[in-house]
């Protein structure tokens, strides 16, 4: 079984985040066959100005970096919390440098939503459209709600409750399976299972 290569980013730079804590406990819970990473240089990127991201322009190096991540990763796990009734700034910020690369086309992604019952609907709302601006391959098996109260989080970050956790690594398994059955419809790819 071919390996796949997850990339996972969270959504928020809030000390405690519950959104970081999901993307620490899929880094525990990765299955057989899927390896992961995470994407933590979301603060540091410039604010997007497209005249940076012009043809023949060279782009900042944390923008480069970051699509060289995405570009690596078979596909990408995503973690947002909702703010003021869509993404959070810096994280569309992210999405937005990705706009003008191959780093999001036809990338399978996907993503669980950690908010309470009844919310973070507008943030899924709001990445499904995102997503679909950028040609992502948005896998519909591994988009999830699994909410998480701040109390269930541990002292290495990360949720130890067993059934939280085989409902993570089930969203990645998810994912994953989407990747190999895109491989198969698509003989000619090859695994991108590392980074430059």
Known sequence: MDPVHILLVSGSLRS?????????????????????EVY???????????????EGV????????????FEAADAVLLSTPEYAGALPGVFKNLLEWTVGSMAM????????NVAAPGRGGNADDSLRKVLGYVNADVAEEACVKLPMEREQIGPE?????????AGVAAALGSLAGHVRKKRILEPGAEPTNSVG
């Open 40 to 54: 933590e240089g979301m603060a540091e990127l410039p604010h997007f100005n497209p005249d940076q991201d012009a």
């Open 58 to 69: 060279e782009v900042p190096a944390p923008v480069a970096a970051m699509r060289r991540r």
């Open 157 to 165: 970050g990360e949720v130890g409750d067993a059934g939280y956790r």
């Open 16 to 36: 405690g985040s519950t959104n970081s804590a999901l993307v620490r406990t899929a880094v525990a819970v990765a299955p057989d066959g899927v390896s992961t």
């Open 105 to 112: 086309y036809e990338k399978p992604a996907a993503w669980i």
